[in-house]
Nanobody, 131 residues
């Protein structure tokens, strides 16, 4: 049974940085797509970033336009852990951040996976950015 546990959320000032993590268990995830989504109060869950295996030891990272250049998604397959480094955080990025796993692999530069493609989800970690 796949289990995803997020950690590292908290309170940070606008302009600050935070790194959140997602520990995965239940099987090996090295060839799966792993991603981060977020949901703010009263809003729908939205895509943040995904990282997908493209063969060998190469992975493809895809980012929402709103976070490009500020957020970095990475993974440590030996530890079955996914990370999201968030820099220059904005107040409007206050949300619950969710980790998810998908067996789908998007083509590089192709159609982005949506939340519907992700079958396993964590419980989320709260990120609060004070203004």
């Amino acid at each position: 049974q796949v289990q995803l546990v997020e950690s590292g959320g908290g309170l940070v000032q606008a302009g600050g940085s935070l790194r959140i993590s997602c520990a995965a268990s239940g099987r090996t995830f090295s060839s799966d797509t792993m991603g981060w989504f977020r949901q703010a109060p009263g809003k729908e869950r939205e895509f943040v970033a995904t990282i997908s295996w493209t063969g060998g030891s190469t992975y493809y990272a895809d980012y929402a336009d709103s976070v490009k250049g500020r957020f970095t998604i990475s993974r440590d397959n030996a530890k079955n852990t996914l990370y999201l480094q968030m820099n220059s955080l904005k107040h409007e990025e206050t949300a619950v951040y969710y980790c998810a796993v998908s067996s789908f692999r998007p083509l590089v530069g192709g159609t982005r996976l949506s939340s519907k493609h992700f079958g396993s989800w964590g419980q989320g970690t709260q990120v609060t950015v004070s203004s």
